[in-house]
């Protein structure tokens, strides 16, 4: 990098590429750090989930498209296995100090910072009476996505595909945990999960268990009525999940639209867990000055990028659930932002 770094980017998932890439794009030095060892954070365990050879856009071709593109960048320094430790202010400027493995001390100094720290999925220990852990057909979507994920389509084999359940708003949706948001993600994700196991088992039974869908965002209305045409869609919750006949896993809901208590057995239950902020949000709010909203992402101001300290904006999941593909469209808006701030400093 021939200049002084002009901003640091903290973390190094989806978030955090596309607002490097942004800000290099416009001749920004950038310092990407990312605490662990290989760039992509949640965005890198996405695999393909094209039906019939029909892309069902998960956002993983994007992810793969900018960890390219980052790699052919010029002006990007990215530093992994790094995490903040202390921030401080000199001269309106913000001292990162940081440390790698294995204890090694680094510091950066820079005019502004995009904080892209990402998220957590929600544990699906959190509703416990879904026995997950307990019962082995219970599994959750990030475990299918591994499964995937390791042995592509093949794993379908091995899964007992008769009837299937997805149980959406797993630990989202929930103000006893203190997370009364929707987490905007995990229909589309069910959804396209549900499409793969249809297409390898096109005989298997699959409903989904819903308290209520996301239908906000472009075509949404129209992609739940194109699933009640393949799924059976099931208006109530599960209230506990129990060992049934034959391994199968039995639970007992009530049918929202007609009071009707039903008891329903099933050979695989997916749950559909949530977004939440990381565990370290309330370490990096405290480091920066931040303030977090009710739920714990980082509190902005009415533009959405841009913190209450000045050179602080944050950009994808750590302010808000979002896709990849919006994930990417924030970091735009962050790394324009920063843009804007950084020349009213020149
Ligand atoms: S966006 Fe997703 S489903 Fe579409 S081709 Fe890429 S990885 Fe596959
Ligand atoms: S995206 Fe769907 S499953 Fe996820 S919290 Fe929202 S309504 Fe529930």
Same mark, same amino acid.
């Given at each position: 990098m021939s200049d002084r770094p002009?901003?640091?980017?903290?973390?190094?998932?989806?978030?955090?590429?596309a607002a490097s890439l942004n800000l290099a794009q416009r001749g920004i030095g950038v310092i990407l750090i990312e605490r662990e060892a290989q760039l992509g954070g949640n965005a890198s365990t996405v695999c393909c989930k094209a039906v019939g050879g029909v892309c069902q856009h998960c956002g993983g071709c994007l992810f793969r498209d900018h960890l390219r593109a980052l790699e052919r960048a010029?002006?990007?320094?990215?530093?992994?296995?790094?995490h903040v430790e202390r921030v401080e202010r000199r001269e309106g400027r913000l001292a990162l100090l940081?440390?790698?493995?294995?204890?090694?001390?680094?510091?950066?100094?820079?005019?502004?910072?995009?904080l892209a720290t990402g998220f957590d999925h929600i544990s699906p220990l959190a509703k416990g009476p879904y026995g997950y852990g307990l019962l082995p057909h219970v599994i959750t979507g990030r475990d299918l996505e %591994? +499964? =995937?994920?390791?042995?592509?389509?093949?794993a379908c084999n091995e899964l007992p595909l008769g009837k299937v359940?997805?149980? /959406?708003?797993?630990?989202?949706?929930?103000e006893h945990n203190g997370r009364g948001y929707c987490s905007q993600v995990c229909c589309r994700y069910a959804l396209r999960l549900a499409r793969v196991l249809q297409e390898s088992r096109p005989e298997a039974e699959i409903a989904f268990f819903k308290m209520d869908l996301q239908t906000s965002g472009r075509d949404m209305a129209?992609?739940?009525?194109?699933?009640?045409?393949?799924?059976?869609?099931?208006?109530?919750?599960? %209230? +506990? =999940?129990?060992?049934?006949?034959?391994?199968?896993?039995?639970?007992?809901?009530?049918?929202?639209?007609?009071?009707? /208590?039903?008891?329903e057995s099933f050979d695989l239950v997916v749950l559909a867990t949530g977004i939440q902020p990381r565990a370290d949000a309330a370490l990096l709010a405290e480091q920066f000055g931040l303030n977090q909203d009710p739920s714990g992402f980082f509190a902005t101001a009415p533009d959405g990028v841009s913190t209450l300290v000045p050179g602080v904006f944050a950009a994808g999941c750590c302010q808000a659930p979002r896709s990849i593909a919006e994930s990417i469209a924030h970091a735009h808006q962050a790394a324009q932002a920063c843009v804007l701030y950084l020349g009213g400093r020149a």
């Open positions: 002009r901003a640091a980017v903290i973390g190094g998932g989806i978030a955090g590429i010029e002006g990007v320094s990215v530093f992994l296995q790094t940081c440390e790698r493995a294995q204890g090694e001390a680094l510091s950066f100094e820079v005019p502004a910072v995009i %591994a +499964l =995937l994920q390791g042995r592509g389509r093949t359940a997805f149980i /959406q708003c797993v630990g989202s949706r929930d129209e992609t739940w009525a194109a699933a009640r045409g393949a799924f059976r869609i099931v208006a109530g919750m599960p %209230a +506990l =999940l129990e060992r049934g006949a034959e391994g199968k896993v039995a639970f007992r809901y009530e049918e929202v639209l007609t009071g009707r /208590q039903i008891r």
